[in-house]
């Protein structure tokens, strides 16, 4: 019986024009296998940039854990050659920050720093209410060394130094100051003198020297006598201290000589108008350095952009993109060298939290005096 020849099956049967005809590319001409499609390029860029904007943010916040000590040299017309290398240890703005346990990162970057006198700018507590960094702070400088005084004064958003609001607590002073008095720091309430060899320096305050004492006198002996008639031993006490330092003030400004120098606290820099245009023969037109901080060093910087945020409501635009401006370092202002610290702290509750210290690490200073001619 004859039968019919059986069909090839072999493999390559299977791609036979017989056996495909029925199939369809998904696109005339496609190949068997479509290539796998490429992102974008801008797409692509912008990972690229989200990725070294992560790692520089990462980078940005190890530093922020470390504390800069920035040393400067200010020459001081008519300084004698007996205050040469007197050293200020100028720390502003810690905004209840803590660098480490105890602020033992504070400690270690100031373990070899020799000064002669230590000054806190104001805002180191501010908003957040939190007192324990600066206790910390302080037992720091004591350790560092105990023979070095340290003076403090209120920044605009510390919680007030003295009211009678406190009194339920038992003082009418502040708890923070409370605590910071008894670990052995002086708020800066009159003008502190310091001599070496007939020369004298003056540490003080720009309100200090500005002060209608006659005035002020009257209001505040006036209140003293309704604190005794009302026999409330808080306001005594606060009345009594009013008292003490308007005394301490006027004391001081009989003793001033134009020859004598003159450094100022205040913890907002002072216009320049302030300076520039101080009346002849004011007190305070003879003030040789300021000593400030208030502005972080312009909380947010870049390379060659300078700086682009200020937490400061008293800006423009609430500091965003303040302009050009001196928001630390040393500048001088007619005969008076300022200094605005750039600070410890970080931005507290009056903006949001990703406004933080971008290319400005936390920074102390040591100011050293030398005499100058000019």
Not at 51 to 60: D, F, Q, T
Not at 109 to 136: C, H, I, W
Request: negative net charge; aromatic residues 10%.
């Amino acid at each position: 019986m004859n039968r019919r020849p059986t069909q090839s099956r072999s493999g390559y049967d299977s791609f036979s024009p017989q056996h495909t005809a029925h199939f369809t590319a998904a696109k005339p001409g496609t190949d068997f296998f479509e290539p796998r499609k490429k992102k974008p390029l801008i797409k692509r860029l912008f990972m690229l940039l989200l990725l070294i904007v992560l790692l520089l943010s990462l980078i940005n916040m190890f530093a922020n854990q470390f504390v800069h000590v920035a040393r400067v040299s200010v020459p001081i017309k008519g300084l004698s050659e007996v205050f040469e290398g007197y050293t200020l240890l100028h720390i502003s703005d810690l905004k209840g920050a803590l660098f480490g346990t105890d602020q033992r990162l504070l400690r270690f970057a100031l373990k070899d720093a020799e000064f002669d006198v230590a000054v806190l700018t104001g805002d180191m507590v501010s908003a957040r209410g939190n007192a324990q960094p600066l206790y910390a702070l302080v037992d720091t400088l004591r350790e560092l060394n105990p023979d070095a005084p340290i003076y403090f004064i209120a920044g605009d958003r510390d919680p007030t130094p003295t009211s009678m609001e406190y009194a339920t607590g038992g003082s009418p002073f502040a708890p923070w100051v409370l605590g910071v008095r008894q670990r052995g720091a002086q708020m800066l309430s009159s003008p502190q003198r310091i001599d070496r060899e007939g020369q004298t320096i003056w540490l003080t305050t720009n309100s200090q020297l500005n002060l209608d004492i006659d005035t002020m006198q009257g209001q505040f002996e006036l209140k003293y006598l309704n604190a005794e008639d009302s026999g409330d031993e808080n306001e005594i006490e606060l009345a009594k201290y009013n008292l003490q330092w308007l005394e301490g003030t006027r004391t001081a400004r009989s003793e001033m000589k134009e020859e004598d120098i003159f450094i100022a606290l205040t913890h907002v820099p002072p216009p320049d108008s302030e300076l520039l245009e101080a009346a002849p023969g004011s007190l305070w037109g003879q003030v040789d350095l300021v000593l400030c901080g208030h502005y972080l060093g312009g909380l947010i910087r870049l390379p060659f952009a300078g700086v682009l945020f200020i937490p400061s409501q008293n800006l423009p635009f609430y500091g965003i993109l303040p302009g050009a401006g001196t928001y630390f370092g040393l500048e001088r202002k007619g005969r008076t060298w300022v200094y605005t610290s750039p600070g410890l702290g970080e931005n507290d509750s009056l903006y949001p939290l990703f406004f933080f210290r971008l290319m400005n690490p936390p920074t102390v200073t040591l100011l050293s005096l030398t005499p100058s001619s000019m």
